[in-house]
């Protein structure tokens, strides 16, 4: 959870490797690193407060606390399927899927519900675990016969459009409804357990913060300075009490009604956050992903099973391409044959790049999905309160992704000119 913020090998100075006794010091050596390539999700960051500013002066609507709510539920989505997508890009390879099976994984849910009468967990695991199946064949083709992730996942971004034609049928669709399912989209935490989840995050952040820190000076190793682990705690906090602060406004537009707190989405995407950042992070399976995407035979010498890296991986992505169909129809009471199509998948990849995840592999984490994802959804959102034309956002987003891209490209250039990449 420590790494929530910041990523041992890319964002934030408070990461820095080299020995740093003062603040100043660290900033230093962080603006050495950028200078050196290693910008991790800084552009994506101040791009996002560019936009916030832009958007803010542009239309006094963008900043209230009914927009902010509705930024966060557009966004959830496609947050979970970048997050997948996060996974599959750190081994180099390419999932064109993952949309449908969103779309797919959804409609078994739905069809669950409605045809068959099974209560709503049994559904959503149903769709999970089909997200799952998908993966695993997905991962097996491309471990075991050596086919291509793109022609692979490409098949399957066909034919999972017949089996969702052939779910739903024709022009057809599945009404999602249920209470809960619908609840994670359109239900808010209460004020006061927004609160303390808000609080508690904050004080288990800081607890594990200070609890490393204090470890690492008793053992003599590297460590940040201790103004820079507060600083970390600090802007958490910030961040999260101002979020919580707008959220649990109400945000009626009409004097009659009350619609306040949390929506259920924005806890289920910051656990996901913190699951995958620990695992990514804090486990051997992370560091073994890691490995197989800068250098797969240098992997295998190094005794990492590299076609279950690959296998688990697809599934992982998959089972979160899953859970983002779900999500979406939670959102849009219902499941159509266009469920997860259109620019679905190409916004999860924009996504994941934008905040800085590596179209090379080896190179990305959690965070970037999510602040990737809020870019994406800030500029719709934005343009959207503008009045302007459909074909803007599409320049934009397209402009924005290009950009990504580009910088991305060229910090592989200056690290490997300066040797750290």
Known sequence: MTDIITDSEEAGFASDRTQSHT??????????????GDMGAL???????????VFGLANDRFLSALNMANLITQAGAIIVLAMGLVLVLLLGEIDLSAGFTGGTSAAIMGLAIADKGYPWGVAVLAGVVAGAFIGLLIGLLVSKLGIPSFVVTLAFFLGLQGILLKLIGDGGSVRVDQEVIRGITKNNVPVMWGWIFAVVIIAVFAALSLRSHRIKVAKGLQHQPLAVVIARIAVLAVILLAVTY?????????P????EGIPYVLPLVIALLILLTFVLSRTSYGRHIYAVGGNPEAARRAGINVDR????????GSS??????????????KVSTSSGGSNTLLYAVGAAVIGG????????KALDAVIGGLVIATIANGLGLLDQASYINFLVTGGVLLLAASVDAI???RRSATGLG
């Open 23 to 36: 603040l100043g010091e660290a900033f230093q050596a962080y603006v050495n690193r950028v200078r050196g």
């Open 256 to 259: 009659g009604f009350v619609i």
């Open 411 to 413: 910090t592989r250039r």
């Open 246 to 254: 707008v959220l649990n406004l109400n945000r009626a537009p009409n």
């Open 43 to 53: 552009p994506a960051i101040l791009g996002l407060i560019v936009l916030f500013i």
């Open 320 to 333: 979160l391409a899953a859970l983002s169909g779900i999500i979406a129809a939670s959102n849009l009471g």
């Open 357 to 364: 995840t590596s179209l090379f592999g080896g190179k990305g």
């Open 309 to 316: 890296i690959r296998i688990s991986v697809f599934v992982l």
